[in-house]
């Protein structure tokens, strides 16, 4: 279990987040949703360790403690918790699909990098889950959004950790990989147990895909709860500063969430 | 494991080698470096012509050749590295000004006139050294904007430092007096001023930096991915970005320390090892390493061969050649493709 408390991040005197306390379960995705700006990707990246934490805790499980002073746990200890698919990630366009999904291993390596066959095996089913083992021998370089967008979840699944972090991770794709993608991350959390925390802007992508969601807005958690009690055309109104209208989904149990007056 | 790489850029430092060994003032007939080779091994004595043979072979052909392929070593995987650091194609430990810094320093320790002893020579290099951090520091401070390095930056900074260290290089060998020969020596190309001293020298040096720089290769494809990415995959990313750069100015201050500055070696070599076989650094600095050692060898035997029996500094040759490579280069890598 991801755990978040009272996790505050500031840049210079301009305060990103406050106080801001989460928990995503094993087997369990997590929406995280927010107007732009309101420090979701800012959220993931301290979770993640590459931007300094001013107080709170992180931890996993409630026993390996992730202190908020990065310097404190290593890089490698850190990526043996929780893998990330960063936001618009660039990726080096020379590398192939394989090299690039065995980078995952890295916390298992040594500083040469050499890799074992249960390296390869794990990176070959990484593959395999986000239906991608056919690019295997392509370059990055060459492969379209959606495909990029897969190989980089596959190269989070590489690092073989209990815990996910997304940001933000369909808003370059078109519809179908919008669907395609945050199935195959609802299949998985569900199927190896995985806690997913993943920022991301389709309300009704959300609602669709998501167990529970929490509203971040300037920098605070404003509602926590099943896409029922948090996409409620109230709270999203507010938070955007827009009149919506939430219907019921014509076929699935979720919410729908439409802008404009009635 | 890829070995045909390997086996490709070996035979051409191979063929650089012997090219290096046999051409020169006096041409050493292919045969009769084998007769030498073999003639060594059994510990006989030489008839005329091989008894001068052997002696131009061990006193001078030798360790030029030796100082020639450590210092493209040197060149060729520093550059990768540099590349790989900036994640920019256009790195080079000449462009970037490090060269021309670690060239300073060492010109300050010429003509602070440290004797001619072992720690006095060992001394030059170490200068060059502080020479070039402070050089790639500066650069890296002026040149970055947010998290990145643009190339046009980079380039112009190293430009204005590199152009700033060759001033005060310059004057300060015009005001020199007893210790001006060493150091005319040394601006030339400096392998003129042979013998097996500056070998030995420059191998501590080099063995560290070069060592070093060999570990890196998968640092340095976790890099690519930018700091942050890297991090998140596990790597201590600021410890591991100064070691490297640590490493690779060490090898480019040595090299400098005793050959001059030479320019493009470093940018050339890891390009073409990056074209025909691929971006993974684990290969990539080995292979350029190699690949700097015959491409410099290479380019020793033409400045020594044009003019004969004058010496044209190397650094003309590679300059020739690599400076239209880099125009090259600064137009391909505007359609980005391999990089």
Same mark, same amino acid.
């Given at each position: 279990?991801?755990? /978040?408390?009272?996790?505050?991040?500031?840049?210079?005197?301009?305060?990103?987040?406050?106080?801001?306390?989460?928990?995503v379960?094993?087997?369990?995705?997590?929406?995280?949703?927010g107007?732009?700006?309101a420090?979701?990707?800012?959220?993931?990246?301290?979770?993640?360790?590459?931007?300094?934490?001013?107080?709170?805790?992180?931890?996993?499980? @409630?026993?390996?403690?992730?202190?908020?002073?990065?310097?404190?746990?290593? *890089?490698?200890?850190?990526?043996?918790?929780?893998?990330?698919?960063?936001?618009?990630?660039?990726?080096?366009?020379?590398?192939?699909?394989?090299?690039?999904?065995?980078?995952?291993?890295?916390?298992?390596?040594? !500083?040469?990098?050499?890799? %074992?066959?249960?390296?390869?095996?794990?990176?070959?089913?990484?593959?395999?889950?986000?239906?991608?083992?056919?690019?295997?021998?392509?370059?990055?370089?060459e492969?379209?959004?959606?495909?990029?967008?897969?190989?980089?979840?596959?190269?989070?699944l #590489?690092?073989?950790? *209990?815990i996910?972090?997304?940001d933000?991770?369909?808003?370059?794709?078109?519809?179908h990989?919008?669907?395609?993608?945050?199935?195959?991350? $609802?299949?998985?959390?569900?199927?190896?147990?995985?806690?997913?925390?993943?920022?991301?802007?389709?309300?009704?992508?959300?609602?669709?895909?998501?167990?529970?969601?929490?509203?971040?807005?300037e920098?605070?958690?404003? #509602?926590?709860?099943?896409p029922?009690?948090?996409?409620?055309?109230?709270?999203?109104?507010?938070?955007?500063?827009?009149?919506?209208?939430?219907?019921?989904?014509?076929?699935?149990?979720?919410?729908?969430?439409?802008?404009?007056?009635? | 494991?890829?070995?045909?790489?390997?086996?490709?850029?070996?035979?051409?430092?191979?063929?650089?080698?012997?090219?290096?060994i046999?051409?020169?003032s006096?041409?050493?007939?292919?045969?009769?470096?084998?007769?030498?080779?073999? @003639?060594?091994?059994?510990?006989?004595?030489?008839?005329?012509?091989?008894?001068?043979?052997? !002696?131009?072979?061990?006193?001078?052909?030798?360790?030029?050749?030796?100082?020639?392929?450590?210092?493209? +070593?040197?060149?060729?995987s520093?550059? +990768?590295?540099?590349?790989?650091?900036?994640?920019?194609?256009?790195?080079?430990?000449y462009?970037?000004?490090?060269? $021309?810094?670690?060239?300073?320093?060492?010109?300050?320790?010429?003509? /602070?006139?440290?004797?001619?002893?072992?720690?006095?020579?060992?001394?030059?290099?170490?200068?060059?050294?502080?020479?070039?951090?402070?050089?790639? !520091?500066l650069?890296?401070?002026?040149?970055?904007?947010?998290?990145?390095?643009?190339?046009?930056?980079?380039?112009?900074?190293?430009?204005?430092?590199?152009?700033?260290?060759?001033?005060?290089?310059?004057y300060?060998?015009?005001?020199?007096?007893?210790?001006?020969?060493?150091?005319i020596?040394?601006?030339?190309?400096?392998? %003129?001023?042979?013998?097996?001293?500056?070998?030995?020298?420059?191998?501590?040096?080099?063995? #560290?930096?070069?060592?070093?720089?060999?570990?890196?290769?998968?640092?340095?494809?976790?890099?690519?991915?930018?700091?942050?990415?890297?991090?998140?995959?596990?790597?201590?990313v600021?410890?591991?970005?100064?070691?490297?750069?640590?490493?690779?100015s060490?090898?480019?201050?040595?090299?400098?320390?005793?050959?001059?500055?030479?320019?493009?070696?470093?940018?050339?070599?890891?390009?073409?090892?990056?074209?025909? !076989?691929?971006?993974?650094?684990?290969?990539?600095?080995?292979?350029?390493? /190699?690949?700097?050692?015959?491409?410099?060898?290479?380019?020793?035997? /033409?400045?020594r $061969?044009?003019?004969?029996?004058?010496?044209?500094?190397?650094?003309?040759?590679?300059?020739?050649?690599?400076?239209?490579?880099?125009?090259?280069?600064?137009?391909?890598?505007?359609n980005?493709?391999?990089?």
């Amino acid at each position: 279990m991801l755990s /978040i408390q009272n996790l505050s991040v500031s840049y210079g005197p301009r305060r990103v987040l406050s106080d801001v306390s989460l928990e995503v379960n094993p087997g369990e995705v997590l929406a995280l949703i927010g107007p732009n700006g309101a420090g979701k990707s800012t959220l993931v990246r301290a979770i993640s360790g590459v931007i300094p934490v001013e107080k709170g805790k992180i931890t996993n499980n @409630g026993k390996e403690h992730l202190p908020m002073d990065i310097n404190t746990l290593p *890089p490698i200890k850190r990526a043996r918790a929780l893998a990330v698919v960063p936001q618009a990630a660039s990726m080096p366009p020379a590398f192939t699909v394989w090299e690039t999904v065995l980078m995952g291993r890295t916390p298992y390596l040594n !500083f040469l990098g050499q890799v %074992s066959t249960k390296d390869e095996e794990i990176a070959r089913q990484a593959l395999q889950k986000v239906d991608a083992l056919s690019l295997a021998e392509r370059r990055v370089g060459e492969l379209s959004g959606g495909e990029q967008q897969r190989v980089l979840l596959a190269r989070a699944l #590489a690092q073989s950790t *209990p815990i996910l972090l997304l940001d933000e991770p369909t808003s370059n794709l078109d519809l179908h990989y919008q669907v395609s993608f945050m199935e195959t991350v $609802s299949i998985l959390a569900h199927q190896d147990n995985l806690a997913v925390l993943v920022a991301m802007h389709d309300l009704n992508l959300a609602a669709r895909y998501a167990d529970r969601v929490a509203l971040l807005v300037e920098g605070e958690i404003k #509602a926590t709860g099943t896409p029922e009690q948090v996409l409620t055309a109230e709270l999203i109104s507010t938070a955007y500063h827009l009149t919506v209208q939430v219907i019921q989904h014509p076929y699935a149990d979720v919410p729908l969430v439409l802008p404009g007056k009635k | 494991m890829k070995l045909r790489p390997y086996l490709y850029t070996l035979l051409f430092l191979l063929l650089a080698v012997i090219l290096s060994i046999a051409i020169g003032s006096v041409f050493i007939p292919p045969a009769d470096l084998g007769r030498i080779l073999i @003639g060594w091994m059994d510990g006989a004595t030489f008839p005329e012509p091989l008894k001068t043979f052997a !002696f131009i072979l061990t006193d001078i052909r030798l360790p030029r050749t030796v100082l020639v392929l450590l210092t493209g +070593a040197a060149l060729g995987s520093s550059g +990768a590295a540099y590349q790989g650091l900036f994640r920019n194609p256009l790195a080079d430990p000449y462009l970037i000004g490090v060269a $021309s810094g670690a060239g300073l320093g060492a010109v300050l320790a010429m003509s /602070i006139q440290w004797p001619y002893t072992f720690w006095g020579l060992l001394a030059v290099p170490g200068a060059a050294f502080i020479g070039a951090l402070l050089t790639v !520091f500066l650069v890296y401070i002026m040149a970055r904007v947010g998290k990145t390095v643009p190339t046009t930056n980079l380039i112009l900074a190293g430009v204005a430092f590199g152009s700033f260290a060759t001033a005060l290089t310059t004057y300060l060998m015009l005001r020199s007096t007893g210790e001006l020969h060493r150091a005319i020596a040394w601006l030339s190309g400096g392998f %003129s001023q042979a013998g097996w001293s500056p070998v030995l020298t420059v191998l501590p040096y080099l063995a #560290a930096g070069l060592g070093i720089l060999l570990l890196s290769g998968h640092a340095l494809n976790l890099l690519q991915f930018g700091d942050e990415q890297a991090q998140q995959m596990g790597l201590a990313v600021t410890r591991t970005r100064t070691i490297i750069l640590l490493a690779a100015s060490l090898a480019t201050a040595a090299a400098v320390a005793f050959s001059g500055i030479i320019g493009f070696i470093g940018l050339i070599v890891p390009h073409i090892m990056r074209l025909w !076989f691929g971006a993974d650094y684990r290969h990539l600095l080995p292979l350029s390493l /190699i690949g700097g050692a015959g491409a410099l060898l290479l380019a020793d035997v /033409i400045a020594r $061969s044009v003019m004969a029996p004058q010496e044209l500094p190397v650094g003309i040759i590679t300059a020739l050649v690599g400076a239209p490579f880099f125009l090259w280069v600064l137009r391909r890598s505007k359609n980005q493709g391999y990089w």
